[in-house]
Structure formats: structure tokens, C-alpha cells
């Protein structure tokens, strides 16, 4: 069950990762023209104001997403690295049940979110603001994916230094 749990976030993972390179290529080529656009022929791009927020918060929400499958947002270790090898387990057991329950409450509250902005839209480019903020759930599920994924593999990693295995 745990490594079928870790290949859907493993291939989950690597969607978000196709998906996230197109993304910030757009992001930063948008970028790039609109500012040559507006201070070489004084023109400006008002639609990529808004292009540019949609592309900045899935790029973002997607690569936190991303950042925690690979394990590198930041981390306060303080305690982890004083428990005995045994425990350490334990230590990531719980640091990934806290971060379930936050996944869960961005996934729950961020279909709110975009619910509500359904009736809204964005000025310029006149689609629903649903699809900036469709990227707190579904980076959410991602998370609540991975996160699921790394309490599976911390509790076995526990069950095996408390029955005396090595881990």
C-alpha cells in the first residue's frame, strides 16, 4: 500500500512538474515583452498585468506543492535532531500529520475561495477569478497527496526502529 501511495505522488509529482515549466516559461517570457512593449514602444500590454498574477500564483502554488514531494521547503530541525535515531521517525510522523491537516484546510477553504469568486471577474481579460484561485485546491490535494505519502513511509520507518529493524 505505501508504495503504491508513493508512485501516485511520485507520478502526480512529475505532472505538476510538466505542468510548472510552461507555466514560469510563460511567466517570464509575458514579462519580458510586456516590459520591452512598454519602455521601447511606450505600449502597454494591459492584459498581461492579469496573465502575469495567474501565472505567478499557480507557479507558485504548484512548485510549493513540488518543494514538498522533494522535501525542500525549510525546515525547523531543533527537535528532530535531538531525538535518539529511533525516534526520528516519530518526529517526521508528526511534522507530516501538521502539515496534512493545513493541506486539508487549504484544499477545503481554497474550493470555498474559488467557489465565492465564481460571480467575479478579472477586468481585462473578463474570465471568472475562479481560475487564480483554483490553484489553492489543487495545489492543496498535491499536498495532501504528499503529505499523506510521507506519513506512510514515516510510520513504517517507525513500526521498523521500534521493532529493533534497521530503517
Known amino acids: ?11 502526480a509529482n512529475r505532472v505538476a512538474e510538466w505542468l510548472l515549466a510552461p507555466i514560469l516559461a510563460f511567466l517570464a517570457g509575458l514579462l519580458v515583452i510586456s516590459v520591452f512593449s512598454r519602455y521601447v514602444f511606450h505600449i502597454a500590454m494591459v492584459d498581461a498585468v492579469e496573465l502575469t498574477r495567474i501565472a505567478f500564483v499557480w507557479g507558485c502554488f504548484l512548485g510549493a506543492a513540488v518543494a514538498l514531494r522533494r522535501g525542500a521547503h525549510v525546515r525547523v530541525t531543533f527537535l528532530a535532531d535531538r531525538l535518539q535515531e529511533r525516534w526520528r521517525p516519530l ?18 477553504h481554497g474550493f470555498a475561495l474559488a467557489d465565492r469568486m465564481r ?44 521493532m529493533g529493524a534497521r530503517p
Do not use: E, K
Request: glycine share 10%; with cysteine.
Open 1 to 11: 500500500m505505501i508504495d503504491l501511495l508513493d508512485r501516485v505522488s511520485f507520478g
Open 91 to 108: 518526529g517526521i510522523l508528526m511534522a507530516n500529520a501538521a502539515f496534512l491537516v493545513f493541506a486539508c484546510l487549504m484544499v477545503w
Open 119 to 162: 460571480v467575479t471577474t478579472l477586468p481585462t481579460l473578463g474570465i471568472a477569478q475562479t481560475w487564480l484561485y483554483a490553484a489553492l485546491p489543487v495545489s492543496g490535494a498535491l499536498m495532501v497527496l504528499h503529505a499523506t505519502a510521507g506519513l506512510a513511509r514515516a510510520g513504517a520507518d517507525l513500526r521498523r526502529g521500534l
